[in-house]
């Protein structure tokens, strides 16, 4: 039986910031996992290499599911995004060792190939509709077939998704930047951009848009009904989930499709959502619900209930992160879409190798394991920078959901 000997994390910034677990077996494997919470590495660092890794050694890297549960009800205190992001470093990376140790690809691990590449989307934005339209533009000159759509609201500066450069990085500063927020002047303009999108560019391409849990239910339910002559692919995070019962609201005001998911890390998290059909599509990451182990048990519930995946994929997620992904992308049955931004140059002197992008898809490679490798020499160039995510303050000054 071979044995795991080592488990370091590795906090690097090309870029941005991203945590790493390396776990190395006494046969010589090393597997990879992705550990980046944004704007809270440092917390699943330290969780990691305090808590978790001394209790790694010695153990079998081939018994992924009793190392879950090891991690998962063994310590007692469970759930929430920083422990959640842990348990899936430690299980993505005993995938890419088992990949590596049987010389194939984790997704034929899973099941094999349900499908011949996994259809993703990516952003557009800009700080006004011309430069929005511009944006959607780019996006189908690469080859999307499916894109989001986010446009400053006029007078409500630092609106959420709006890019600065070539990549949208919220975690912008070094202390919470406070960003303000105005529901009605957001319900009256974004059906109106989103309206011109559609003018300029036609139904001939999957629509997108993040709501990032700004809205009421029922104010959700008024915008779902604003756009529905837009047929988007879908309106994402309407309202907060913490009250997963309150989608039941939205669900009977419109038909346009819902999907939710990406600050939640557990199946009971989005359990009644998914049994309930109060939402379409279901956007846990691999990085932040425990890996792709607890993903897949997501996916099969989902799946009872018509329910597709639509998996978070920002450029926070880190390429190691977003491989495991696409691998679980490739192996289910119910895929929906996976999210994908592309990541800055910088990030490739780090990370390298994984899915190839081509024609609005991604391609997983046929390498054994994750197919991404890890540069250690490099990542020691770009050390942590402290950054956070904004906050959102109403008008009045209260405390919005950013
Ligand atoms: C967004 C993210 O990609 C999305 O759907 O909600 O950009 C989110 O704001 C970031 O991942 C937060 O770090
Ligand atoms: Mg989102």
């Known amino acids: 039986m071979d044995t795991i000997v080592e ?18 077996t006494a046969d010589g494997v090393v597997g990879w996992g992705d550990a980046t919470l944004n704007g809270r590495e440092l917390a699943v ?20 599911e009793d190392m879950w549960n090891y991690l998962f009800r063994g310590v007692y205190w469970r759930r929430g995004p920083i422990t959640m992001t842990a348990v899936a470093a430690v299980d993505m990376a005993l995938w890419d060792i088992k990949g590596k140790v049987a010389g194939l690809p984790v997704y034929q691990l899973l099941g094999g190939a349900a499908r011949d590449g996994v259809r993703v989307y990516t952003h557009a934005s800009g700080a006004d509709v011309p430069s929005l339209l511009e944006d959607v533009a780019r996006a189908k000159e690469r ?21 600065h450069g070539a990549y949208y990085e919220p975690a912008n500063a070094a202390l919470p930047e ?8 957001y319900l009256r303009f974004a059906p109106t951009y989103l309206a011109k999108v559609r003018e300029e560019f036609g139904f001939d391409f999957a629509l997108l848009h993040d709501v990032h849990h700004r809205l009421t239910p029922q104010e959700a339910a008024r915008f779902g009904r604003s756009v ?17 019962e309150s989608f039941r609201l939205i669900r009977s005001h419109t038909t346009t499709p819902i999907a939710t998911g990406e600050v939640l890390s557990s199946i009971w998290d989005v359990q009644h959502l998914v049994s309930e059909q109060l939402i379409d599509y279901i956007r846990l990451s691999v990085t932040h619900s425990g890996g792709i ?19 978070h994929g920002p450029s926070d997620i880190s390429p190691i992160g977003q491989a495991a992904a696409v691998h679980l992308d490739m192996a289910i049955a119910n895929f929906g879409i ?7 140059d910088l990030v490739d002197e780090v990370f390298h190798g994984g899915p190839t992008y081509a024609d609005g898809y991604l391609h ?10 890890y540069d250690e020499q490099a990542a020691a160039r770009f050390d942590y920078t402290a950054r956070y995510l904004p906050v959102a303050r109403r008008l009045d000054g209260s405390v919005h959901d950013w």
């Not at 048990?297 to 009872?304: G, M, P, R, S, T």
């Open 7 to 24: 488990a370091s994390v590795l906090v690097t910034c090309p870029a941005r910031n991203f945590v790493t677990l390396k776990i190395t």
């Open 45 to 64: 660092a330290a969780y990691l290499r305090d808590h978790v890794a001394p209790l790694l050694i010695g153990r079998d890297p081939a018994r992924i």
């Open 143 to 163: 080859g999307f077939t499916a894109i989001r759509a986010q446009a400053a609201v006029p007078g409500v500066e630092g609106t959420y998704g709006v890019k």
């Open 178 to 185: 406070e960003q303000a927020w105005d529901t009605p002047a």
């Open 228 to 244: 529905e002559d837009l047929d988007l692919f879908w309106m994402e995070d309407p309202t907060p989930a913490d009250n997963q």
């Open 293 to 311: 182990s607890h993903l897949k048990k997501v996916f099969a519930l989902a799946e009872l209930y018509q329910v597709r995946s639509g998996s």
């Open 338 to 344: 996976q999210e994908f931004m592309g990541y800055p």
């Open 364 to 373: 997983v490679g046929e390498e054994s394991g994750l197919g991404i490798e």
